[in-house]
């Protein structure tokens, strides 16, 4: 009887919506495999001479569903080598189609110089075949030119005055637009379509009661939802990667837990928020004493400039350990390496008060959520 009637009552509050589960909540049931695969891991703008582990880049395969993270140096080809999309050249390449939506962190070149290869080859490699375009969600433009270091007072002679700080949606509209002798020969000699209308990008919104603090520390905010679908649902927050603003952290709450990513920051409370209880943390470390020899002293203004950019804005992997204990993760995976010329022991062995699993996510580095 008080089982028919708790059933009762569960039924007639379900269907006022209150209890009804999201599709994306844990469900260690679910047949569906979700994996992180990371597909770059070096931080900078440099190929540190040809390192094999490209730029910062990461894939979330739930199923045959495929969602990118970043686009770092190599993400491209790594998506093919890590078996996540299958160039089937008899019937026309594919590949890409399985990708439902890409997220970039913030708009510094590391993260992005791969995002025109998705544009520019996606109608090749089976965008056509998709009904709906690629979602992309990144940052909004800064709003402000970026403040001078006053370390580094000399004249400056900036880049584009007219909008110096393009957002996601304009970056991409200008990256066809830069490409368009390509892309006409293609329409009009090939037949082929305008690539654009595969690809729809969003600058992210971030909440209105969050003021704007393009020159400073963002503030103190719980994580606010940019996507969701019957698979994940992704949250982000604010993080503190000065003078990149917006910088964003991001949250995949999938069926089988949840894996977050720092994107680039120093230590950030907003980013421990997002991360509590995840199953993997994602976090990008930067190693001081490397950072330190980079620019022996004397050093110049500008190099003065470039280290107090290296220490401020990026997370000591020192320090990465306390952050992931507080977050209560599982499982910490260090990437966006500075540099990733240092031994995978040497990262380890730098972690400190962590008592979970930790990894070092180089290129084609993959671990399934159990
Ligand atoms: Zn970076
Ligand atoms: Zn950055």
């Known amino acids: 009887m008080i089982n028919l009637l708790s059933r ?23 047949s569906q495999k979700v994996e992180l695969i990371i597909l770059g891991a070096a931080a900078g703008r440099t190929s540190y001479g040809g390192h094999p582990d490209g730029g910062f880049s990461a894939a979330i395969a739930v199923g045959d569903i495929r969602y990118i993270i970043d686009f770092g140096r190599g ?44 544009l520019l080859f996606g109608a090749t490699e089976g965008l056509r075949r998709k009904k709906e375009p690629i979602q992309i969600y990144g940052p909004g433009s800064r709003g402000s030119l970026t403040p001078q270091n006053i370390n580094s007072p000399s004249f400056k002679e900036i880049v584009n005055p007219s909008s110096p700080n393009p957002g996601t949606k304009e970056m991409t509209d200008k990256i066809y637009e830069a490409f368009a002798a390509d892309l006409n020969d293609n329409i009009l000699d090939s037949g082929m379509p305008n690539p654009h209308k595969y690809i729809n990008a ?29 698979l994940i649902k992704v949250t982000a927050t604010l993080v503190s990667h000065p003078p990149m603003y917006p910088s964003f952290a991001f949250r995949f709450d999938t069926k089988k837990g949840a894996i977050v990513f720092s994107g680039d920051t120093n230590k950030s409370e ?24 980079l620019f022996p002293v004397p050093r110049t203004e500008d190099q003065v ?16 350990g306390e952050i992931a204990e507080k977050a209560k993760v599982k499982h910490l995976v260090l990437s966006h390496l ?12 730098s972690v400190k008060g962590f008592g979970g699993r930790v990894d070092v996510g180089r290129a084609l580095f993959r671990v399934t959520l159990e």
């Open 305 to 320: 400039s470039k280290l107090d950019h290296l220490i401020k804005s990026h997370t000591d992997v020192r320090d990465v």
């Open 338 to 349: 500075a540099p990733p010329t240092i031994t995978d022991a040497e990262w380890i062995n």
């Open 8 to 30: 009762l009552i569960l039924a007639s509050v379900s269907i006022l919506g209150l209890v009804s589960a999201p599709s994306w909540a844990a469900d260690e049931k679910s």
């Open 270 to 293: 907003n980013l421990i928020e997002l991360a509590d209880n995840a199953k993997i943390l994602v976090h990008e470390v930067i190693n001081h004493d490397w950072a330190n020899g």
């Open 75 to 118: 993400w491209h080809d790594r998506y093919y080598q890590a078996g996540l999309g299958t160039a089937k050249y008899k019937t026309g390449f594919s590949g890409l189609e399985s990708v439902r939506a890409a997220f970039i962190t913030h708009l510094h070149s590391d993260h992005v110089v791969g995002y025109p290869e998705l």
């Open 202 to 230: 969003n600058d992210i919104k971030i909440p209105d009661t969050i003021v704007p603090t393009p020159d400073g520390v963002p503030p103190r905010m719980s994580p606010f939802e940019i996507y969701h679908d019957e």
